[in-house]
Nanobody, 124 residues
């Protein structure tokens, strides 16, 4: 199994960039598909992007396509979410999740392990 922790959240102006990181502390990260989700106050949890075990296959939600890029470095036990051209509607708590020995998924109930979340706030 994996143990996940997100980092890199913060406050940024609209149009700016942030890079979120999700680190696994167990050293088994390479066997897991990983997804990023976000949840704003009063809103449902929303899929953002996902990546398969090797990094060869990625998928992003329509709301972030062309702005966010997911990548992974299995040697470093990390998955990153590069967020560019940020908008106020991107404001949310961002969560990293892992799914063992399976293809990437786009719904939260497909994932088994979750980090604690990191806050992203985009001001206008």
């Amino acid at each position: 199994q994996v143990q996940l922790a997100e980092s890199g959240g913060g406050l940024v102006q609209a149009g700016g960039s942030l890079r979120l990181s999700c680190e696994d502390s167990t050293g088994t990260f390479t066997a897991y598909a990983v997804g990023w989700f976000r949840q704003a106050p009063g809103k449902e949890r929303e899929f953002v992007a996902a990546i398969n075990w090797s990094g060869a296959n990625t998928y992003a939600a329509n709301s972030v396509k062309g702005r966010f890029t997911i990548s992974r470095d299995n040697a470093k036990n990390t998955v990153s979410l590069q967020m560019n051209s940020l908008k106020p509607e991107d404001t949310a708590v961002y969560y990293c999740a892992a799914r063992g020995y399976a293809a990437l998924g786009t719904t939260s109930d497909e994932y088994d392990y979750w980090g604690q979340g990191t806050q992203v706030t985009v001001s206008s």
